[in-house]
């Protein structure tokens, strides 16, 4: 018996990385996987292949399960809604969605293109929109659903030279947010997961000094795609229905619950703020409750457990 039996799980990026894990997982756990990958390269500038999706599907079905392969990309709404067809005309049903597709596409700011720009917020936030626009309606008439869509800790907190992916990934937090509270009623949910993990993007993360090899190695070593995995499936189970709304990290054995954007200090000014007062007096008085400039990494400098 596992979590997810009877279920149908539609998983995006799953030639590869944490969505290769996941479905995995999935089957294990006694779900129908639609294994979908477009099987292009990280930056998502080459053309893609059926291969990574379907060599997924098979390892499933070798060991007992069941599974189906698509290579279309999460970009194309209309492949999108074709995936869904394929997940109803093959298993009769869909119960859940898990999108961690993505591309890299970094550089500083300053010199980023535009095209750069719109391809990565065109996988991981368009594409977000379209794994769940096609499917929302499906899941509120049968009053079932999840969806466990995918952020960063780029968009959370951020790191230098990822504008595009950081913009992306902190727009899908907030399309998560409100799904799931316009699903509640309808017992349709949504979570987020930012995974600290060892995949191919994070092997793409050049290495400039010994301090970057040791943080690389350490990544490398303590913190697996199959853990994210874990709380992924869990995610989608029956059982955890009363969770929705939520971000969660994964690092390593570790599962953080993040904090959501809440006020932290106001200050009131009976006649009202000027730009002088507001320098004066305002933003001194708030100074301490600033975020500070700091990456990821200032805020989990310590190893994974």
């Avoid at 060599?55 to 079905?61: G, L, P």
Wanted: with cysteine; net charge negative; charged share 20%.
């Amino acid at each position: 018996m596992g979590v997810l039996d009877g279920k149908v799980v539609l998983v995006t990026g799953g030639g590869n990385g944490i969505g290769r894990e996941t479905a995995l997982l999935a089957a294990r756990q006694g779900a129908k996987v639609v294994v979908n990958d477009l099987g292009g390269s990280l930056k998502g500038d080459e053309e893609g292949s059926a291969g990574p999706a379907e060599a997924v599907a098979a390892e499933i079905r070798k060991a007992g399960g069941e599974a189906v392969s698509n290579s279309d990309s999460v970009t194309d709404y209309n492949a999108v809604a074709d995936m869904v067809t394929q997940a109803m005309d093959t298993y009769g049903r869909l119960d859940a969605v898990i999108n961690p597709a993505g591309i890299l596409r970094d550089g500083m700011f300053h010199k980023m293109s535009e095209s750069d720009w719109k391809a990565v917020i065109d996988v991981h936030l368009h594409g977000s929109f379209n794994v769940t626009r096609a499917t929302i309606e499906h899941f509120r008439e049968k009053q079932a659903g999840a969806y466990v869509l995918f952020t960063s800790t780029t968009g959370l907190i951020g790191n230098i030279g990822q504008a595009n992916y950081g913009a992306a990934k902190l727009g899908i937090a907030g399309l998560s947010r409100i799904i799931a509270m316009e699903g509640a009623a309808k017992n349709v949910r949504s979570n987020i997961i930012a995974p600290f993990a060892w995949t191919r993007m994070i092997a793409s993360i050049p290495v400039k000094d010994e301090a970057s090899a040791a943080r690389v190695e350490r990544m490398k070593n303590g913190m697996r795609a199959d853990q994210v995995a874990q709380v992924a499936v869990a995610l989608c189970a029956d059982t955890a229905a009363h969770v929705s709304g939520q971000i969660f990290g994964v690092r390593g054995n570790e599962v953080i619950l993040f904090d959501q954007p809440r006020p932290v200090k106001t200050l009131a000014r009976l006649e009202g703020w000027t730009p002088e007062s507001l320098i004066d007096h305002c933003f001194p008085a708030m100074n301490g409750s600033f975020t500070d400039l700091g990456p990821t990494t200032s805020v989990f400098p310590y190893d994974p457990v």
